[in-house]
């Protein structure tokens, strides 16, 4: 079964720093593109950041909101994906989803959608003094 | 403030069709950037519905269809269930310095 399982959340206080982990299942890890997107409960959906894979020497984006503060990596011999967050705000406060991105093989050629098929269930990170 | 704009509810009848509509700007959708669907059921992490404009992921039912134009997007859902309540968004990639990937802010669908 394909799967995201995240740990690492929390309630810490603004300035202070936590460290997210995406554990990966049932498919290739190494092959695909990961992104953390957060959601403020009751709200929408935020996009975090990406990390690319070993073939592209794993170059990160990151949303304006967390430049800087936020860094993502990869541990594809673990099958794990990490999300450092230093720094936190209480705007931080939300919950994280690990995803991956659709990687389609069509005659040969991969093909990256920047579209997310699997989800992690999420976890919580509060921000609060 | 998103770059791609939803109405915030939708509604209709079981059995019903309805449509989400996503529209964006020269910078995302008109820039010829490719729009995708998720759903939201209470409780749950988002699941894709379609990819790449207009492509469902294996299981997803084909009452889900989507399409895009100039820079909108949408969502048509027929033979609407009381199962497929839930929030709808649409994403995007964002040329913008904000940037990257845009998601609208979402638009709860009820049925009836």
């Known amino acids: 079964e394909v799967q995201l399982v995240e740990s690492g959340g929390g309630l810490v206080q603004p300035g202070e720093s936590l460290r997210l982990s995406c554990e990966a299942s049932g498919f290739k890890f190494s092959d695909h593109y990961m992104d953390w997107v957060r959601q403020v409960p009751g709200k929408g959906l935020e996009w975090v950041g990406r990390?690319?894979?070993?073939?592209?020497?794993?170059?990160?984006e990151y949303a304006a909101s967390v430049e800087g503060r936020f860094t993502m990596s990869r541990d594809d011999s673990k099958n794990s994906l990490f999300l450092e967050m230093h720094s936190l705000k209480i705007e931080d406060t939300a919950v994280y989803y690990c995803c991956r991105e659709v990687r389609i093989t069509k005659f040969g050629v991969v093909m990256h959608y920047q579209a997310l098929d699997v989800w992690g269930q999420g976890t919580t990170v509060t921000v609060s003094s | 403030q998103s770059v791609l704009t939803q109405p915030p509810s939708v509604s209709g009848a079981p059995g019903h069709s309805v449509t989400v509509s996503c529209t964006g700007t020269t910078s995302n959708i008109g820039a010829g950037h490719d729009v995708h669907w998720y759903r939201q059921l209470p409780g749950t992490a988002p699941q894709l519905l379609i990819y790449?404009?207009?492509q469902r992921p294996s299981g997803v039912p084909d009452r889900f269809s989507g399409s895009k134009s100039a820079t909108s997007a949408s969502l048509a859902i027929t033979g609407l269930q009381p199962e497929d309540e839930g929030d709808y968004y649409c994403q995007s990639y964002d040329d913008s310095h904000n940037g990257f990937y845009a998601f609208g802010a979402g638009t709860k669908v009820t049925v009836l």
């Open positions: 790449g404009n207009d």
């Open positions: 990390i690319r894979n070993t073939g592209n020497m794993y170059p990160t």
